[in-house]
């Protein structure tokens, strides 16, 4: 009779534990999406807020070049500059010729296009040119 209670109480046992270990895997079936997509979202939105901030970032870039590009002294300068504009009355010296680091000549198609006093358009032109070959 000892050996009948003694199976009787390990297929019990083995009962128990195949029930309990089926809900754990139902239970696991059913949680494993919802945690998926939550840390999958997780993720997009520490993606989205660091674009956010280099957004944030360059927007104020922008707008502290649009406060410089308001004062007329920075649109002139940047004309003198970019441009090669000059004011009337003054005159404007372009050095063509120089010397590079390692001592050579450095003259080229632009340069001496400059130095010839062509009007902008030609020398725009000779520059794209040049640039392609």
């Excluded at 019990?12 to 754990?24: C, E, H, P, Q």
């Amino acid at each position: 009779m000892a050996r009948r209670q003694l199976r009787f109480g390990r297929r019990r046992t083995s009962n128990r534990v195949l029930a309990l270990s089926a809900i754990f895997f139902i239970l696991a079936l059913t949680i494993a999406p919802p945690v998926k997509h939550y840390f999958t979202q997780r993720a997009q939105i520490s993606a989205l807020k660091s674009q956010l901030s280099a957004d944030n970032t360059a927007l104020q870039k922008a707008r502290e070049e649009l406060t410089l590009w308001q004062d007329p002294e920075y649109v002139k300068s940047q004309a003198r500059e970019r441009l090669h504009f000059v004011m009337p009355g003054e005159r404007q010296y372009i050095v063509t010729e120089g010397e590079t680091e390692a001592g050579q000549s450095g003259t080229t198609k632009i340069a001496s296009s400059l130095a010839d006093g062509q009007p902008w358009y030609s020398r725009l032109i000779a520059s794209i040119s040049e640039t392609g070959n």
